[in-house]
């Protein structure tokens, strides 16, 4: 089964959301409206909460985890990720906090309690290190990740677009009656 129970918690979904077969999502996870969550995509929410905002998309084989609570960090870090957010192929995102309208590029890394303000685009391959924030309005590159300039007003037009572009297709396989 790709939703699972862990420790009595099931993963909660909002109207309209698709969730792939080939995913797992499990536990503490509450998917907004109009997510989609594609084939190979991990979204463990075992041993802390993971609330992911309406409209985004998890694309192929990305892996959404937590950081738990310990002695060495108190508290840990759920994972929070906003609405109209794209995580591109294979990102991984752990333990951090996503704003809204941010493009997370392919093979992205976000690493624990980092925080993505809202409207951000993460190159693909970029790696976010422990506790960065990344500021509103720029694209963000490299490794560790950097500023690399300022958005465009056509990239800022693009979260909304890309966000509704997946609202689009899942509907679609949610319309051919695909198991989501």
């Not at 129970?5 to 536990?27: A, I, M």
């Not at 422990?130 to 963000?140: D, I, M, Q």
Request: proline share 4%.
């Amino acid at each position: 089964m790709h939703l699972r129970t862990f420790q009595g918690l099931t993963p909660r979904l909002g109207e309209r959301v698709y969730v792939d077969p080939g995913s797992v999502v499990l536990g503490d996870v509450m998917l907004g409206d109009d997510c989609s969550v594609w084939p190979m995509a991990v979204i463990r929410g075992d041993m802390h909460r993971i609330r992911i905002g309406a409209r985004t998309s998890v694309q192929d084989g990305s892996v959404l985890h937590i950081t738990h609570a310990s002695e060495f960090n108190p508290g840990g870090h759920p994972l929070t990720i906003g609405d109209d957010v794209t995580i591109g192929h294979k990102a991984l995102l752990h333990g951090c906090n996503v704003g809204n309208r941010v493009l997370v590029g392919m093979g992205a890394i976000v690493m624990d309690g980092a925080v993505v303000e809202d409207e951000v685009i993460i190159a693909a391959g970029a790696v976010v290190t422990p506790g960065k924030t990344l500021a509103s309005g720029y694209v963000y590159a490299g490794n560790p990740a950097k500023p690399l300039r300022a958005l465009k007003d056509s990239e800022r037009a693009f979260f909304v677009y890309s966000a509704g572009n997946y609202v689009k297709l899942k509907d679609q396989y949610l319309a051919d009656g695909q198991d989501g």
